[in-house]
């Protein structure tokens, strides 16, 4: 920048500066009893003798007749006593001043509308000399509302003025043209914001103003803009900013920190929860692709006029499925969960849209044999999405027998009831922890994999069934429940310290939208028993994550939040795999979706699940349910955890 320009940007600022000393302490004399009631009262009351006066100038070219003088008289009296006492009776004075807006404006007119009505009923009753003019009352309802308006919106304005303050962060504020508008006004009130500048999606609202704020640029625009301006702060508006990751790089390359403000908007639909409202869509933003905003039209072909069933269907990616599945013309939607709080809450959820008269609950657990083969025999689902499953690994390593129970003997029961009640396909959700697993509960998933690998070889090579299987394998899902972004946003929202468990772990990382997409398209290529999983792209190291975190919630890592190494937890590893060495990978007709050749499954496997599923129904010891799960052919292997504790005990 040149010394000229440097020069004009402090002419600015001091001219600015000088403006909100002048008003603060202009806003600062108004005496706090100029807020009370009875005082508002009699300010509309002189508002009202004002416009009347002015009515009368108007209809009388500024020369009022001295016939008119002594009617006028008596109706000044009038109008200066119904105007405040009609508004006082309907509630009028309850709307405060300092936060009058547009729906404030509408309600004062609807207001003073019946007052003139009023008025205009009282004068055609009138029939003496000093009746006042028809065209005076209707003349005097429009310069009522203007000094009425007038007298709020001062009243907000000093409002505003008395919170600004001189040292506040000069901030840009990016977002569309309506979160724009809520941010500006929101932020106004903070106290603590210099509002700078907006920036918008819309190339068409550049140059223009919005709420007074001069909107400076285009999101392509936002490298010039924070090397031109003194800008220590940029707030994105709402939480579906396009291209939110290139921000970030340009804020940090810029030094400036980036937060998230998401629209009210949003926070009302449910689009954003209140214990995520910074964080989760922020962070979902930068970490995932660009995915379509309508269903595949082969997704859309495999659903329409299908009877769906969708285990899990209370959980993060199982209420996901639903509300994406009850949108693809199926003739009936089956949702089921053991939680009845979850179904009760998602049934809420569906009341009012289009289909919801199809959605059937089902509250029952799928290990129940009996409560299984009934649902399959009075709905005949055409479509299984198998969601419900133990995940939490530190938890499953104290619980086998349940998650032998649940996520083994109860995918077996689904895939049984599919194959004997004519189910068209069966998706199954893995994860990414079924690779050589070192937990229980990626150990019970692997071994679920192969269940349903099994029944797909029995439909195909024996021709004993016509229903197809598939598996779909997931990372972490962001933003799902106990996942890795909501502790470390609550460890933040404490003050720290954010903790992970080891230095060089990675993983790998998918958002629920990515998750959804990922099910209902395996479920179109559903045939063989393959697994499918989504091109995952690198892994992510968690103490990098945890760091950038820290930095989109504006602070340090190291300085203002520490970064904590507990220890490795039950059954975790340092680095996950999505396929085992020499695994057969290719692609499908999906970008970015792989397929995982099915792989051979031995003779003796039923056979060894159901030693395991009677050791599981015994409640035989966690080391017992290890031990057999050591013997199915999953490469099952202890983590670093159980080595050392091995040793310690040794």
């Not at 031109?228 to 390359?253: K, Q, S, Y």
């Not at 809420?348 to 059937?360: A, F, H, M, V």
């Not at 070192?438 to 016509?466: C, D, F, N, P, T």
Request: glycine residues 8%; positive net charge.
């Amino acid at each position: 920048m040149t010394f000229s320009g440097v020069a004009k940007l402090i002419n600015i600022e001091s001219r600015r500066l000088v403006f909100l000393r002048t008003s603060r302490q202009i806003s600062r004399k108004i005496p706090s009893w100029l807020l009370h009631r009875n005082v508002q009262m009699l300010l509309d009351g002189t508002a009202a003798i004002a416009a009347l006066w002015m009515a009368y100038l108007l209809r009388f070219d500024f020369s009022i007749p001295p016939a008119q003088h002594r009617g006028m008289a008596r109706w000044l009296i009038i109008i200066a006593f119904v105007r405040p006492c009609v508004i006082l009776i309907t509630n009028g004075y309850k709307a405060t001043w300092r936060f009058f807006a547009l729906r404030d404006a509408v309600q004062l007119g609807a207001r003073s509308a019946l007052v003139t009505a009023g008025l205009l009923l009282f004068r055609a009753a009138v029939h003496n000399g000093a009746a006042v003019p028809y065209s005076v009352l209707l003349f005097e309802l429009f310069l009522f509302m203007w000094l009425a308006c007038g007298l709020r919106t001062f009243r907000r304005y000093g409002h505003e003025i008395l919170n600004r303050v001189e040292s506040g962060a000069n901030a840009l504020i990016i977002g569309s043209d309506t979160t724009l508008a809520s941010a500006v006004r929101h932020l106004r009130c903070s106290g603590n914001i210099n509002i700078l500048g907006l920036v918008t999606e819309n190339e068409r609202l550049v140059g223009l103003r919005i709420d007074g704020i001069l909107v400076r640029g285009h999101i392509t625009s936002l490298p010039n803009l924070l090397a031109t301006h003194p800008i220590e702060l940029v707030i994105v508006a709402g939480a579906d900013i396009h291209g939110a990751d290139e921000i970030l790089r340009v804020a940090a390359h810029f030094g400036v920190q980036v937060r998230l403000l998401p629209s009210w908007g949003d926070l009302v639909k449910g689009n954003v929860q209140v214990r995520r409202v910074v964080g989760i869509d922020q962070i979902s933003h930068v970490r995932q692709r660009k995915s379509a905003n309508t269903a595949h039209a082969a997704v859309v072909d495999c659903f329409a006029d299908r009877v769906v069933l969708i285990t899990g269907a209370g959980g993060s990616i199982g209420s996901e499925l639903v509300r994406q599945v009850a949108d693809l013309s199926v003739k009936k939607l089956i949702v089921l969960d053991r939680d009845e709080n979850s179904i009760f809450e998602l049934m809420n959820e569906l009341k009012g849209k289009s289909r919801d008269q199809l959605t059937i609950p089902i509250v029952s657990d799928i290990r129940d044999h009996s409560a299984i083969r009934h649902a399959f025999a009075k709905f005949s689902p055409d479509i299984v999405l198998h969601a419900a499953a133990y995940k939490h690994v530190p938890v499953m390593e104290d619980n086998c027998c349940e998650a032998v129970l649940n996520n083994i003997c109860g995918t077996r029961e689904l895939a049984d009831a599919a194959i004997d009640f004519g189910c068209e396909k069966l998706v199954m959700i893995s994860t990414d922890k079924a690779v050589r697993p070192s937990s229980v509960m990626g150990a019970s998933k692997r071994a679920a994999e192969m269940l349903i690998q099994q029944r797909a070889i029995r439909g195909i090579e024996h021709r004993q069934h016509g229903t197809q299987f598939a598996c779909v394998r997931f990372g972490n899902v962001l933003g799902s429940r106990g996942s890795v972004v909501p502790i470390f946003l609550r460890q933040i929202a404490n003050g720290g310290p954010v903790t992970i468990t080891h230095e060089e772990m990675t993983r790998y990382f998918m958002t629920i939208p990515q998750a959804v997409q990922l099910v209902l398209q395996a479920a179109t290529l559903a045939s063989t028993g393959d697994v499918y999983m989504l091109e995952m792209g690198d892994p992510v190291k968690i103490i990098e994550f945890a760091k950038e975190i820290i930095e989109m919630s504006g602070l340090t890592p190291g300085r203002d939040i520490e970064i904590k190494v507990v220890g490795m937890r039950p059954g975790e590893k340092i680095h996950e795999q999505l396929w085992n060495e020499g695994a057969e990978v290719g692609p499908t007709t999906f970008p970015h979706v792989f397929r995982v050749k099915a792989s051979h499954v031995p003779t003796d496997f039923s056979v060894l699940l159901q030693q395991l599923e009677k050791a599981g129904r015994d409640r035989k010891s966690n080391e017992v349910i290890q031990d057999l799960l050591r013997e199915l052919p999953i490469d099952y292997q202890t983590g670093p955890y159980h080595d050392t504790m091995k040793l310690m005990t040794s």
